[in-house]
């Protein structure tokens, strides 16, 4: 009895994770003004996650420059 009022507990506790919150401000004109810093802040996040995956995921044989391949005059 006393582990599932552990258990209970500990899962009532853990923080819920939502989307960012768009309705900050006070009136309506505070609420469109905050709105638009709050979607490019989530933007700038996502793309920079996106440049992170690609970097991780490109393979490393292309980043590789080859010396030889401009020693020669056409």
Not at 4 to 14: G, K, M, N, P, T
Not at 44 to 71: D, G, Y
């Amino acid at each position: 009895m006393i582990r599932l009022l552990i258990v209970l507990l500990f899962i009532s506790c853990q923080p819920k994770i939502h989307g960012p919150n768009y309705n900050q401000g006070n009136s309506h004109n505070e609420r469109k003004a905050n709105r638009l810093g709050i979607v490019m802040k989530e933007d700038a996040r996502s793309k920079k996650q996106m440049a992170k995956t690609r970097k991780r995921c490109k393979p490393k044989t292309q980043n590789v420059k080859h010396k030889k391949a401009n020693k020669y005059i056409r």
